[in-house]
Antibody, heavy 121, light 108 residues
């Protein structure tokens, strides 16, 4: 069974940093592209970042470029999101999502349950 | 980047057919994918590509596209289909992903 489990969320002050993790199991993690998607409280979905299966190709939404860094460790079946210079508007539930194999980068077939990041003083 | 526009809310009578639309310039070049999200749950992919359903998604869900508009059609809506529905696609650069604002579907 495919499982994605996020961790690392919490309360952080504006300007602070946080590192999210996503532990993957039930599939060959190294073969799949991965993403982070977030959802502010009561709001819609916002794609944050993409990383290819090898980690060689990375994309970011304009809203986080230069502040967030996506990475992965295929040996540990884990995806990460390093978030720096956090702002109030980064407050959201952060989901990791797997890209469907042999599909486009917009097709996310499995999602974790999310981890809440709250940026507040 | 580009934007995808969805109607905020749509309603349908139980057992009837409903179409949820998504508009954006990038849809002239790229397919939309569709996600269903129920309160307190993670989104679920219901349609991707030209008109593909992941395993386990009922065949009452279908997708189509024309010009700058993508559509998700639910034929014979059920009470359990009441949810928020989001489209997404690539932006005009082809490298970034954009989501629509979401449509809240109410089944009456």
């Amino acid at each position: 069974e495919v499982q994605l489990v996020e961790s690392g969320g919490g309360l952080v002050q504006p300007g602070g940093s946080l590192r999210l993790s996503c532990a993957a199991s039930g599939f060959t993690f190294s073969s799949y592209e991965m993403n982070w998607v977030r959802q502010a409280p009561g709001k819609g979905l916002e794609w944050v970042s993409y990383i290819s299966s090898s980690g060689s190709t990375i994309y970011y939404a304009d809203s986080v470029k230069g502040r967030f860094t996506i990475s992965r460790d295929n040996a540990k079946n884990s995806l990460y999101l390093q978030m720096n210079s956090l702002r109030a508007e980064d407050t959201a539930v952060y989901y990791c999502a797997r890209t469907l194999e042999m599909a486009t980068i917009t097709d996310f077939d499995y999602w974790g349950q999310g981890t809440l990041v709250t940026v507040s003083s | 980047s580009s934007e995808l526009t969805q109607d905020p809310a749509v309603s349908v009578a139980l057992g009837q057919t409903v179409r949820i639309t998504c508009q954006g310039d990038s849809l002239r070049s790229y397919y939309a994918s569709w996600y269903q999200q129920k309160p307190g749950q993670a989104p679920v992919l219901v349609i991707y590509g030209k008109n593909n359903r992941p395993s386990g998604i009922p065949d009452r869900f279908s997708g189509s596209s024309s010009g700058n508009t993508a559509s998700l059609t639910i034929t014979g809506a059920q009470a359990e289909d009441e949810a928020d529905y989001y489209c997404n696609s690539r932006d005009s650069s082809g490298n970034l992903v954009v989501f629509g604002g979401g449509t809240k579907l109410t089944v009456l």
